[in-house]
C-alpha cells in the first residue's frame, strides 16, 4: 500500500477535474448501479498513468458526448474498491492503469494497461471518445 502523501496529487490529477474517488466494494456496486454510462478508471503509481492514463482521461471530457458519470479507483491503495471494479471488468485480466465504459452496469469498452502504455494521451482520448460517441 502506498502512502497517502504520495497518491494525494496522483488522486487530484482526476477528481479536480470531476472524477468521484470510491473506496469501498460497495462504493463500486454504488457507482454501477446508477442508470446511464459510467467511466471508471484504475489509477496507478506508474508513469504511464502518469504521462498517459490521466492525461488521456481527463482530455477525453471535453467531447461532447460524455459519461454520465465517472469515477476512479487507485490501484496498490484502495484494495477492496480495485477488487470489485476488476471483478466487473472479467474476462480481461486485472491491469493498472486501466479504464473500462460501463452502460448500465454493463462493460461495453475496455482499455487495458497494454493499451495505454507507451501510447501517446491524446490517442488514449480518442479511443475513449470513440466510445463515448458510441455508448453516451
Not at 502523501?5 to 490529477?13: A, N, S
Not at 466494494?25 to 503509481?45: F, W
Not at 458526448?65 to 491503495?77: E, L, N, Q, S, Y
Amino acid at each position: 500500500m502506498y502512502p497517502a502523501e504520495l497518491v494525494k496529487p496522483m488522486r487530484e490529477d482526476l477528481t479536480k477535474v470531476g472524477f468521484e474517488e470510491l473506496y469501498t466494494a460497495a462504493d463500486v456496486e454504488s457507482a454501477l448501479a446508477k442508470d446511464g454510462t459510467t467511466l471508471v478508471v484504475v489509477n496507478s503509481v506508474c508513469g504511464c498513468a502518469a504521462a498517459n492514463a490521466r492525461p488521456g482521461a481527463r482530455m477525453s471530457l471535453q467531447n461532447a458526448k460524455r459519461p454520465d458519470h465517472i469515477v476512479t479507483v487507485f490501484a496498490g491503495v484502495d484494495k477492496e474498491a480495485v477488487d470489485a471494479a476488476r471483478a466487473h471488468m472479467v474476462p480481461f485480466p486485472p491491469s493498472s492503469p486501466s479504464m473500462a465504459l460501463f452502460k448500465d452496469g454493463e462493460l461495453v469498452h475496455m482499455l487495458e494497461r497494454h493499451h495505454i502504455e507507451g501510447r501517446p494521451a491524446e490517442m488514449i482520448a480518442e479511443n475513449l471518445t470513440d466510445a463515448y460517441n458510441e455508448y453516451c
